[in-house]
């Protein structure tokens, strides 16, 4: 009667060992060491660097859905990028530099005419407009302050020719005296700003001291 494999004891299985032969425990031992070269080769490898390479196939996917996403809405991006472009390079042709802001006071009589006003008094202030930063970095402001007479009507139309004009001036005060003597002519208190590229920034004694 055949015993089962809980019922063997040791000395049963001492004795099986040496019922067989070497030549088939040749050939299990290099079953077992073929399977344990195949475990630590390939088999283990791939189960332990299984989740990682899970981890890289999403990350990928991620990657490739954004630039799938962002090749479908690179038309507007491109489109609003041309219109923010345009609208910067326009603003930039509208700021005073050093040498237009001379051509300044010929401006505003030019206006006034077109809007038969009469420029009576004109003064620069000496206070200075300093923007926050990063702002200050590349644009100021120069006030100027005229004294003008006319009509009430031509008074607001030189204030919408000043407002709508290609240089970036801006009316800070525009404060009307009714005349006694003249009623259909007021004098004006004009104040207004003339945006302007911002000044080199001064050289330190450290620089003069580089050079």
């Given at each position: ?14 004795g ?52 799938n996403?962002l ?72 006030g ?33 005296t ?11 208190e ?18 003069n001291?580089?050079?």
């Amino acid at each position: 009667m055949m015993k089962t494999a809980k019922q063997l004891t040791m000395a049963d299985i001492i004795g099986l060992a040496k019922t067989v032969d070497k030549k088939t425990w040749v050939t299990a031992g290099v079953t077992a060491v073929g399977l344990m070269l195949l475990w630590f080769v390939m088999i283990g490898p791939a189960w332990i660097e299984r989740p990682a390479l899970r981890r890289e196939i999403h990350e990928m996917t991620t990657q490739i859905n954004q630039v799938n996403i962002l090749n479908q809405k690179r038309p507007i991006l491109e489109q609003n990028l041309k219109v923010y472009g345009d609208v910067l390079a326009k603003t930039k042709e509208r700021v005073y530099t050093f040498e237009g802001i001379g051509l300044l006071l010929g401006q505003i009589s030019k206006l006034a005419d077109e809007s038969r006003v009469e420029v009576l008094a004109s003064r620069p202030q000496l206070e200075k407009v300093i923007y926050a930063a990063p702002y200050n970095a590349k644009y100021a402001a120069s006030g100027y302050e005229f004294t003008v007479q006319g009509g009430y009507h031509d008074l607001g139309k030189l204030a919408g020719r000043i407002e709508s004009y290609d240089k970036l001036l801006r009316i800070q005060r525009l404060q009307i005296t009714s005349s006694e003597k003249s009623p259909e002519r007021h004098k004006a208190e004009l104040r207004l700003l003339a945006i302007t590229v911002a000044p080199p920034a001064p050289v330190t004694k450290a620089a003069n001291a580089k050079k």
